[in-house]
Nanobody, 125 residues
Framework: QVQLVESGGGLVQAGACLRL?????????????MGWFRQAPGKEREFVAA????????DYADSVKGRFTISRDNAKNTVYLQMNSLKPEDTAVYYC??????????????????WGQGTQVTVSS
């Protein structure tokens, strides 16, 4: 079992930066592939980024590629999402997710077992 708690959301202007953090409980964090998703009002939840358990592989949605960076610190049981050049269309609740220990990394956008409660990101124009 993995419990996830996101933080770092807020209200910023277009062009600004934010770094989201996701703190995970449990000793199996380093064995879990991790991901970030987001859900805007009236829209379905969508994949944002993923990182493999070692950090050696990362994947991004086309809409954030080149602007967002996912990283992790296994010693701190934390995964991060650095968001640069934010746009109003990035406004959403951002969720951290983890796959079961031992699950495959691919596909990086699917098959997550544990979810955080979300953190709101609002980008004004």
């Amino acid at each position: 079992q993995v419990q996830l708690v996101e933080s770092g959301g807020g209200l910023v202007q277009a062009g600004a930066c934010l770094r989201l953090s996701c703190a995970a409980s449990g000793r199996t964090f380093s064995n879990c592939h991790m991901g970030w998703f987001r859900q805007a009002p009236g829209k379905e939840r969508e994949f944002v980024a993923a990182i493999s358990r070692s950090g050696g592989s990362t994947d991004y949605a086309d809409s954030v590629k080149g602007r967002f960076t996912i990283s992790r610190d296994n010693a701190k049981n934390t995964v991060y999402l650095q968001m640069n050049s934010l746009k109003p269309e990035d406004t959403a609740v951002y969720y951290c997710a983890a796959k079961n220990s031992g699950s495959p990394y691919y596909p990086p956008s699917m098959l997550y077992n544990f979810w955080g409660q979300g953190t709101q990101v609002t980008v004004s124009s």
